[in-house]
């Protein structure tokens, strides 16, 4: 991985000792990889020659390897035994020190694959732990909904105001999240969430299963909960934003 100095070359940092992995951990490693694959990402970059009136502007196609900066994460999980999520939280406050950009920039362009990952039953062994996931995404959706029935007209055409408010939306809940140090703080932040996303049927009909993975480990329920955030990708929403230098996928 890149270090802070040596940012031009990747340089071995850690070494682990990996014990024989079962077929099991190998296979969520692989629909892994295929839910959050390489991309090839095309730019156009813009070249001026000349000065003055012979100033002439020309256009080239630049195209590199972007990967996924979730992948590496729950491979070393796996190698060691934790939960394929654990620690996801970093990658909503980190920095990457490889672009001195934050993490969660990237993470929009995984979105579509994080949101499979979710839906796929064999990358979970809780199933208490999916439906966190499901009930952020029910309650997300439904305070979504509310903000834009209050900002736009009914059936009127997506607005600005709304799309800033979605924003604010997000932002606020990532930092509820990433600034949960205790069990109560978590715990406020995911219940604060359900109780304004009103009803909720992931909630009303497995409450029974939600609530013991909240209570059970704190710094897994956050990660649950960003991996949510992460993950959402409602209807009329575009699965991947769009890249600030504004790429093409190839």
Do not use: C
Not at 212 to 221: A, E, R
């Amino acid at each position: 991985m890149p270090t802070p100095w040596a940012s031009q070359q990747k340089s071995r940092v850690a070494t682990l000792h990996v014990s024989p992995g079962d077929d099991r951990v190998l296979d969520r490693f692989a629909r892994a990889l295929a839910h959050l694959p390489t991309r090839i990402v095309t730019r156009t970059i813009q070249e001026a020659t000349g000065r003055g009136k012979n100033k002439v502007v020309s256009e080239r196609k630049e195209s590199f390897r972007a990967d996924s900066v979730v992948r590496p994460l729950i491979a070393e999980n796996l190698a060691t035994g934790r939960a394929w999520y654990a620690g996801f939280a970093k990658l909503m406050y980190k920095l990457n020190p490889a672009t001195d950009k934050p993490y969660r920039n990237q993470l929009s362009f995984e979105r579509k694959g994080l949101h499979d990952m979710m839906n796929d039953k064999t990358m979970w062994d809780d199933e208490g732990e999916a439906l966190v996931v499901k009930a952020v995404h029910e309650a997300i959706r439904q305070t979504l909904g509310r903000i834009r029935e209050e900002t736009d007209s009914a059936g009127g055409k997506l607005s600005q105001a709304t799309k800033n408010r979605w924003e604010r939306f997000r932002e606020k809940l990532r930092l509820d999240l990433v600034g949960g140090k205790t069990q109560a703080q978590v715990r406020f932040a995911l219940t604060d969430l359900f109780s304004r996303g009103g009803n909720n049927s992931v909630l009303r009909e497995s409450w029974a299963k939600v609530l013991p993975v909240i209570q059970k480990d704190w710094s897994l329920s956050r990660d649950l909960g960003l991996l949510a955030l992460a993950s959402y990708a409602g209807r009329g929403e575009t699965a991947e934003a769009p890249d600030v230098a504004s790429p093409e996928k190839v």
